[in-house]
């Protein structure tokens, strides 16, 4: 894996040197070809003077065929700081202006190819010469800036050297390139390994944090894979404990069923009992009955439970008094036996606050909150209902003076399978708060509780 990376690493780098190579020599070659073709003049510029010195005939005029220069033709020569000789056929000077003293009357033809192929007179001045009707002109330009070089091509030697120089270049870029993508291949491609490596061992459940030394580039991955380290083993903590206290759920589930069934089976022999007299075997019947209504509820809590869960249960919503439902629920729970004499009071401000809810589901979510007030506190305690209405927003609280719970209640309240410290001897299948909280959620709401050992419960509820 290592190599391969490296080895991939190693070819984008060379294809790019390789592209870069033939794009330089194509436009090496087509810069050449320019110049060639266009003599390596600039029809725009004339830095030589050889324009200048090309089109001065038009400075040029003949009066009765002898030539002579315009008064435009001497300012230019001014303005060029240059001077101009014409000759005739032979050689002869018959015309001149601001010419130096030293310069002859009489060329030769070598004279001229000297002169046109050197500086003459001094450093700094350069000869040129061109042709007017049947006459010729030399001009001289003093310009130190410029100077004249006479040198021999061979064009096929040229060409080797140019063949051999681009083989050089090609054989030393793709030598450093090598050597540049081994260097940086090593560079960059480490901190991968070492990602890989660290992948694999979130992958085998090695979720300890691990400092990494010059993480490069790649600073921000390695950050990234601590914090999803960090999040992984958090996470598996949690399925721990969850899975902890499903074992135990399952447990008590298992007595709470073996309980009722064990009565409906002992009743049931007892019902074919002959002996048994009618008023026996109706108390046997009613037990039959109570044991298999508690069933039924527990399997029910089993399957919404599972449906709130998989938010597969469609909800049967209906514009409802919010006030009336919460006065209709602490009703039915004093007009139960086991809590008539229990201390519920019922506080609203909100007498006209309509909410479009599943009735049905909500009453039972409800329920649940004030029966564990009851159920989970002793008989004097006192419980407080309050309906309130804050920025437009429904409060609904349930509050007790009673025992109160531990923080590790608090925390694990609304989680599946749990059940409190204090509930041993509670029947429950732990998954009463759990469905109260997934109906309000599934009603776009919120609950939380807040509570203290000695103090009391309060159960907060925003819908």
Do not use: C
């Amino acid at each position: 894996m290592k190599w391969k990376l490296t080895n991939r690493f190693l070819m984008t780098i060379l294809t790019i040197v390789f592209i870069v190579i033939i794009a330089n020599t194509i436009l090496l070659l087509v810069i050449l070809y320019k110049e060639a073709t266009t003599d390596g003049i600039n029809s725009n510029t004339d830095t030589t003077g050889e324009v200048f010195v090309r089109s001065f005939s038009d400075y040029l005029t003949l009066e009765q065929g002898v030539p002579r220069i315009t008064d435009e033709g001497l300012h230019a020569l001014e303005s060029r700081q240059a001077w101009i000789q014409i000759l005739d056929k032979n050689g002869q000077e018959i015309a001149r202006a601001l010419a130096p003293e030293e310069a002859p009357i009489h060329y030769r033809p070598v004279d001229l190819i000297q002169h046109y192929k050197y500086q003459e007179y001094d450093n700094a001045t350069t000869i040129f010469i061109s042709e007017f009707e049947d006459y010729s002109y030399l001009i001289g330009i003093e310009n130190p800036n410029i100077s004249r070089v006479s040198f021999l091509v061979d064009n096929s030697a040229i060409l080797n050297t140019i063949s051999q120089y681009l083989l050089y270049i090609i054989a030393v870029d793709l030598v450093i390139a090598l050597l540049a993508g081994l260097m940086f291949g090593s560079i960059l491609t480490k901190p991968l390994y070492m990602m890989i490596d660290r992948i694999q061992q979130l992958k085998n459940r090695n979720f300890q944090l691990q400092k990494v030394k010059r993480p490069g580039i790649y600073k921000q991955v390695f950050t990234n894979l601590q914090d999803v380290s960090g999040e992984l083993e958090k996470q598996e903590q949690e399925r721990k404990k969850l899975e902890q206290m499903r074992n135990e759920w399952i447990s008590n589930i298992s007595h709470d069923l073996k309980t009722p069934l064990a009565s409906i089976q002992g009743y049931s022999e007892l019902l074919n009992d002959a002996n048994v007299s009618p008023t026996e075997r109706k108390e046997y019947a009613e037990v039959i009955e109570r044991k298999s209504v508690y069933m039924r509820e527990l399997i029910d809590d089993f399957n919404l439970t599972m449906k709130l869960r998989e938010q597969q249960l469609p909800l049967q919503l209906t514009e409802v008094r919010i006030e009336k439902l919460v006065r209709d629920v602490v009703i039915d729970v004093l007009n139960d036996p086991q809590f008539t004499l229990r201390d519920v009071s019922f506080d609203s401000d909100a007498p006209q606050l309509v909410r479009s809810l599943d009735e049905h589901l909500m009453k039972r979510a409800l329920l649940n909150f004030l029966v564990n007030a009851l159920i989970h506190n002793p008989n004097d305690t006192s419980i407080m209902v309050t309906l309130t209405v804050k920025n437009e927003r429904a409060y609904l609280e349930i509050r007790d003076n009673g025992r109160g719970m531990a923080q590790a209640d608090v925390e694990n309240v609304f989680e599946r399978y749990y059940r409190g410290s204090d509930t041993e001897n509670i029947r429950g299948t732990g998954l009463g708060t759990a469905i109260a909280r997934d109906i309000l959620v599934a009603h776009g709401g919120e609950v939380s509780i807040t509570s203290e050992i000695g103090k009391g419960t309060t159960v907060t509820i925003q819908l």
